[in-house]
């Protein structure tokens, strides 16, 4: 009896020391510790799903230059977190994937290195070199461009609608009740309202050489009050073309139904619809307004760690590898999101919807990267959500407007 | 246990033992388990050093003495306690000792100490790295200026930079030295070597990343003109530096503004107007984080009605919990009933389920426009389950009392196993009517047991972040609060979103508000605990 409890408590001990040991076992393994073993291998960061688009690029590097590359698949919801914490201890990777709204975090805790493009800047979509860079600085090799655009089932509407009220009467004449939907929500989904937002040319930032100015508020703007007045009209107790309770997949199922012919949505739904059967066609998304109406673009791409000791073989890596067209056009296939190398959308265009998205993404603004854009989130949406529902526009937008200034301020 | 007596035994004579004392001691051995245990025990703690002795090669490899010394100790304390054949008390504790330390004081204490830092989004790392990273980011690239294919050249341990300029003359310079032009072997229009130096391959390049980054070589004698770089050791491109730093003050100067900022002990770089460079770096901040906490001019007006709100929710949670698990113990106990067993796994069914996975479920079960709830159940009805600030209080009680009655209904039933039914006899044979043989009888002795899990279940709930977060996020938001709380947010809800708000992450204060919360919940517990003591007397 006794010894058995006694081995089952060296077995809890030898639990205790294995996790110790374990534990310093995976700080010395991912640690670029001074050896000259460590000095050659590349740890690179990547959403789990593009490992194999970049198995390719790695060993094409490893044979060239004889650093290894080794490439580690992650959460895409853990990395931004995982990589602001592991880097200042030494222990992150080289490089790692994301997206370019991290920048304002990754480089005001410091732990993303600049990397030059060079001369190769100008081969990539002018937007997503405008994301890749922060600050007056670039900071990231982009490798895809994704925007919202508005999927239209063709069967039910065969032509694209001119404006918004056009596309509101098109599908009505189409014998629709709730022609046209948009993912909201409780709290509202001020990324899917933005295109509108822009056609009344309420920005949320000023922008001047270096990019978004965050002491340049434009949100509360004339514009933004009429835009606001114009969302009133077309919720709740208007003509309720926008409803809060309409979430992501309540959406998705409509227009798969074909209760809806408009959804305003990204590349990310295009394969549920196709799947499901629907005659899928990409248009702009029609402006409530005569002016375009933008969506925000969300871009894609690498940044090199500002601990790397590697920053020489990561540079080269980067911009002389998955800055080509074959590597760009790798990852196009594993996420079917264009490509930020031009001659890589390009190619990836030959997909009418890719080119459908493509031309609503020569529209787009990228998404502010200014940590300033975390306070403007925090209160949009709900204040998006009260006007929709019934609140008054002009009262809500301006307190809206005074809190994130509060906010940014502070 | 009868190895246990013979230790005590040896353990009062000191002396050597006797022969029969052995034989005893040996017979002892083989009836619990003999040879193969002692065996086994042998093979354990060798591959518990073994992985030790690993840890601590690695650890010291990697220049962590202070854990590596840890570690050392503790597997030695270990080796010695299970060798030991006195050490009967300690060979049970040990284990526990090393997890409750592992697992609950360290975090305790890294909560403790981050409280009083100021780690958070701009103070993420030492001043080093936050000095390197502006330095990195404040080199701009001079406009217009070509890109200029190098070569990178060695002279006894100096490093160049071989340039072909645009006119495709080579150019030779260091650190030190500004571009010269030098006569050269081109390979095709790059030149390629130069007499007196060594031309570096890739491999070498990689291998000497560290000072080829250093590696800025001035264009010429005008430090305005900035200096070449090099990030892929092939081409170089033309910066110049818009800050300074000055070791010895310690300062950062903007070059173009002339603003000079410096280190005043906030753990950034700050100019006399009080405007911060960031990234800034890790400091302790003394009780800075318990001040900001409590005298945030934000938080004065939600912190009253979440407070309430809170105490609210965790009395309720575990009131309506208690009683309905203590009916359903009371209805479930009862012999007359038929196939309570099967009734039985299905009421712990809900304990079953990971709380986040059906607090996701309910939450859209109770969609107003969509929800199962309204459209099936109720027949397209239209309430606001989650909507509605008290509706939505209700539904988060609700969804908690579904949550949290089966683990009261498993902990009643045990405790009602265990009251003797003599005393239920006694009663009625005294008269007692069923309502006052509960009351009266089996309730008092019940909360005996029971008691110490009520307050821990408070606890609990005071803290029960994954309920509130998964099925509202507090929501629905209050549209007139500073800051975007909810009516159905509490305090540890409502300390996340203050902390970690949009993309600025402020471990500091997080800790300094868990902190603050654990002492209230300590408090409550520490009381409510002694008045349990008075129930005890009733046994």
Redesign the interface.
Known sequence: ???????L??????A??????LA??S??DS?S?GD?SA??TLTVWVDAERVDALKGAAEAYTEK???EVELVGKDNADIK?DF??Q??TGKGPDITMGAHDWL??L?????V????L??SSGDYLPVAIDAATY???TYMLPYAVENIAVLRNADLVPEAATSFDDMIAKGQAAGLTQPFVVEQG??GNPYHLYPFQTAFEAPVFGTNDQGYDPADLRLGGPGGELFATWLGSQGKNGTGVF?T???GD?AKQAFIDGTAAFWLTGPWNVGAALDAGVNVAIDTVPSPTGAPASPFAGVKGFFVS??S?????A??FL??YIGTEDVQLELFEAGNILPALSSAAETASSDPIIAGFAAVGAEAVPMPAI?A???V???WG??EA?VINGADPVA?WQ?LTT?VQ??IT? | MTTTIDEDVTAETPQKPTNRQRRAANIADAASGGLKMILLKIVMLAILDAIAVYAVFVLVMNNQWLVAAVVAVVAAAVNWIYFSRRKLPAKYLTPGLIFLVLFQVFVLVYTGYIAFTNYGTGHNGSKEQAVSSLMASSLQRVEDSPAYPVTVVDRAGTLGLLVTDPDGDALIGTNDTPLDEVDAEFDGEKAVAVDGWTTLQFADVIARTDEITELAVPVSDDPNDGALRTPDGSSAYQYVSTLEYDEASGTMTDVTTGTVYSDIGTGAFTSDDGEELLPGWQITVGFDNFVRAVTDPRLAQPLVYVTLWTFAFALISVASTFFLGLFLAIVFNDVRMRGRRYYRVLMILPYAIPSFLSALIWAGMMNESFGFINQVLLGGAEIPWLTDPWVAKFSVLLVNLWLGFPYMFLVCMGALQSIPDELQEAATVDGAKPWAVFRLIKLPLLLVTVAPLLIASFAFNFNNFNTIYMLTDGGPRDSNAPIPVGFTDILITMVYKVAFTGQSRDYGLASAYSIIIFIIVAVIAVIAFRRTKTLEELN
């Open positions: 009896m006794r010894v058995n409890t006694k081995s408590l060296a077995a809890g001990a030898v205790v020391v294995a996790t110790l040991g310093s076992c700080a010395g640690g510790g000259a000095a050659s230059t004889g650093v977190d602001i914490q880097v200042p304002g975090e480089s005001t805790n410091g732990v290195a600049p990397i030059e060079g001369d600050e007056g600085q409780a709290e409803n309770d309409i979430d309540i500002a601990e000791e590697n920053k020489v073989a540079n080269d911009v002389n940590p854009m975390g306070s989130w925090q209160y709900i204040a009260d809500t307190k809190d509060a906010a502070k």
